[in-house]
């Protein structure tokens, strides 16, 4: 069974840059598959930050794409988001999920959230 | 990429049918069979219930069903039970390797 488990700081400053880590259990990520972000303000949507290929290949939302950076560790199981220059806006809880494995597949497995305050 | 277009909410008794529509584009839902829906119950993680328009993954009830009709997907939940009660979201591939996901529907099981 495929688990995902964000973790990272819950509270970052303003202007400061956010950076989320998800550890993956269950599969290699190396193997295959996309692996990506997703974030939900506080009562509101879901929103696409984007997605990585077991190959290292990046693909972002054009509304972030300026300042996100997703990245793989195989060594560790792992992949991680950059967000630079944070406002309250970016107030959310982020998600990491298995994000497809194919160009059109949907996000399958998903973590529990980590909640993201920005601070001023 | 804009959203895609859900009601805020819709309701049913038990045992009774709700659908919810998802309205995209011609750049999103009209021209990708790629259309998920996931449900999210308060605190929790969504969980994947319909992927490319119509299929239900391993273990999801075949009380969920899903269509699609030009730029508008449809999810219709049948048999309402009160553990359906939760968030409902759509979502659609749209091009360049991205995601749109809609605005969300809140379903009450009345």
Same mark, same amino acid.
């Given at each position: $069974?495929? $688990?995902?488990?964000?973790?990272?700081?819950?509270?970052?400053?303003?202007?400061?840059?956010?950076?989320?880590?998800?550890?993956?259990?269950? %599969?290699?990520?190396?193997?295959? %598959?996309?692996?990506?972000?997703?974030?939900?303000?506080?009562?509101?949507?879901?929103?696409? /930050?984007?997605? /990585? %290929?077991?190959?290292?290949?990046?693909?972002?939302?054009?509304?972030?794409?300026?300042?996100?950076?997703?990245?793989?560790?195989?060594?560790?199981?792992?992949?991680?988001?950059?967000?630079?220059?944070?406002?309250?806006?970016?107030?959310?809880?982020?998600?990491?999920?298995?994000?497809?494995?194919?160009?059109?597949?949907?996000?399958?497995?998903?973590?529990?959230?980590?909640?993201?305050?920005?601070?001023? | 990429?804009?959203? =895609?277009?859900?009601?805020?909410?819709?309701?049913?008794?038990?045992?009774?049918?709700?659908?919810?529509?998802?309205?995209?584009?011609?750049?999103?839902?009209?021209?990708?069979?790629?259309?998920?829906?996931?449900?999210?119950?308060?605190?929790?993680?969504?969980? =994947?219930?319909?992927?490319?328009?119509?299929?239900?993954?391993?273990?999801?009830?075949?009380?969920?069903?899903?269509?699609?009709?030009?730029?508008?997907?449809? =999810?219709?939940?049948?048999?309402?039970?009160?553990?359906?009660?939760?968030?409902?979201?759509?979502?659609?591939?749209?091009? @360049? @390797? @991205?995601?749109?996901?809609?605005?969300?529907?809140?379903?009450?099981? =009345?």
């Amino acid at each position: $069974q495929v $688990q995902l488990q964000e973790s990272g700081p819950g509270l970052v400053k303003s202007s400061e840059t956010l950076s989320l880590t998800c550890t993956v259990s269950g %599969y290699s990520i190396s193997s295959g %598959y996309y692996w990506g972000w997703i974030r939900q303000p506080p009562g509101k949507g879901l929103e696409w /930050i984007g997605r /990585i %290929y077991h190959s290292g290949s990046t693909f972002y939302n054009p509304s972030l794409k300026s300042r996100v950076t997703i990245s793989l560790d195989t060594s560790k199981n792992q992949f991680s988001l950059r967000l630079t220059s944070v406002t309250a806006a970016d107030t959310a809880v982020y998600y990491c999920a298995r994000a497809g494995s194919s160009t059109s597949s949907p996000p399958d497995y998903w973590g529990q959230g980590t909640l993201v305050t920005v601070s001023s | 990429q804009s959203a =895609l277009t859900q009601p805020p909410s819709a309701s049913g008794s038990p045992g009774q049918s709700v659908t919810i529509s998802c309205t995209g584009t011609s750049s999103d839902v009209g021209v990708y069979n790629y259309v998920s829906w996931y449900q999210q119950h308060p605190g929790k993680a969504p969980k =994947l219930m319909i992927y490319e328009v119509s299929k239900r993954p391993s273990g999801v009830p075949d009380r969920f069903s899903g269509s699609k009709s030009g730029n508008t997907a449809s =999810l219709t939940v049948s048999g309402l039970q009160a553990e359906d009660e939760a968030d409902y979201y759509c979502s659609s591939y749209a091009g @360049n @390797n @991205n995601y749109v996901f809609g605005t969300g529907t809140k379903v009450t099981v =009345l």
